[in-house]
């Protein structure tokens, strides 16, 4: 795991060296990224640990863990912290941001510091199902609701989530991609943190993180970095349930998109594949 840990943490210098210009947005090093920018670092400053957490790559376990170091010793487990405690304010935990700034860059110098990541694809999937397949009121009235209208051929879309459901109506996974490809989607603003580019949520070429975790294989990597932290014999990392999309199942969706739209959005999310070492999808990009 070591050796995995130095490949990953080299490979993503590396990276960040050959694609320096395209992954900086535009910033020259951590004093040019604003505090906005770093809302989705958590601390804790009894163990010096950093958290980056990233929407759907299992960061509702890890704030658990977070939230159950935060409470001190002896340390609950963390499957018994209901969800309500850390979303969807995360009121309980405690953001890097809310420090002086001169604590902060004193922080992210000494802490150890992680992050986990997933396929870019896979992650978008699970958005999807998550947050517009399934009943969610917030994002069916600011995101979904307007997917509809310009995508779906709606020109009056339900206005509420119980009239889109029982009429049947939401967006399709095209037309969310749709959606994300679109270049007014981007020019209006970040992306929702959901679908939001990893670098862009964690900004691992100005941050040196010193644990870099894949969802594929993350139990075994919680397990991994509770050792590295000393923790391993206080914290037990929530059981992960087993992953709904498979590479077969990836095919299930994305063969409703027509290739042009999936290779527009590679385009979107290409400095992912890049920094994390993910292999390019070419199956899903050649036609």
């Known amino acids: 795991m070591h050796q995995v840990q ?19 947005d535009g910033k020259r090093s951590i004093d040019d990224i604003n505090d906005r920018d770093l809302e989705n ?3 804790d400053d009894t163990h010096g640990i950093i958290y980056c957490f990233i929407p759907k790559v299992a960061c509702s376990n890890w704030k658990k863990v977070m939230f159950v170091l935060k409470q001190g010793e002896p340390y609950r487990d963390p499957m018994s912290i209901a ?3 850390i979303d969807p304010t995360d009121k309980h935990l405690t953001f890097l941001k809310s420090f002086p700034r001169t604590e902060m860059m004193a922080k992210l110098k000494h802490y150890t510091k992680f992050l986990f990541v997933r396929d870019p694809f896979v992650r978008i999937i699970s958005a999807y199902r998550d947050k517009l397949q399934r009943t969610n009121k917030y994002f069916y009235d600011n995101f979904g609701r307007n997917i509809l209208r310009r995508y ?13 459901f029982a009429s049947g109506l939401s967006p399709s996974f095209h037309n969310f991609i749709q959606y994300l490809v679109d270049p007014k989607t981007e020019n209006s603003g970040p992306f929702e943190p959901h679908w939001r580019q990893m670098h862009r949520l964690c900004h691992p070429c100005h941050i040196h993180y010193d644990f870099i975790g894949h969802q594929e294989t993350l139990q075994d990597e919680a397990e991994q970095l509770l050792k590295l932290l000393m923790l391993q014999d206080d914290i037990k990392f929530p059981l992960a349930y087993v992953n709904m999309t498979s590479s077969v199942s990836m095919w299930d969706w994305f063969r409703t998109v027509p290739v042009e739209d999936r290779r527009k959005l590679y385009k979107l999310y290409e400095s992912d594949f890049r920094l994390f070492g993910y292999r390019k999808p070419d199956e899903f990009l050649d036609g």
């Open 41 to 43: 670092l958590l601390v």
């Open 6 to 24: 130095e490949q990953r943490k080299q490979h993503v210098k590396e990276t960040c060296c050959d694609y320096k210009v395209e992954l900086s």
């Open 83 to 85: 969800d309500d405690l």
């Open 152 to 164: 779906g051929n709606q020109s009056d879309p339900p206005r509420s989530l119980d009239e889109a």
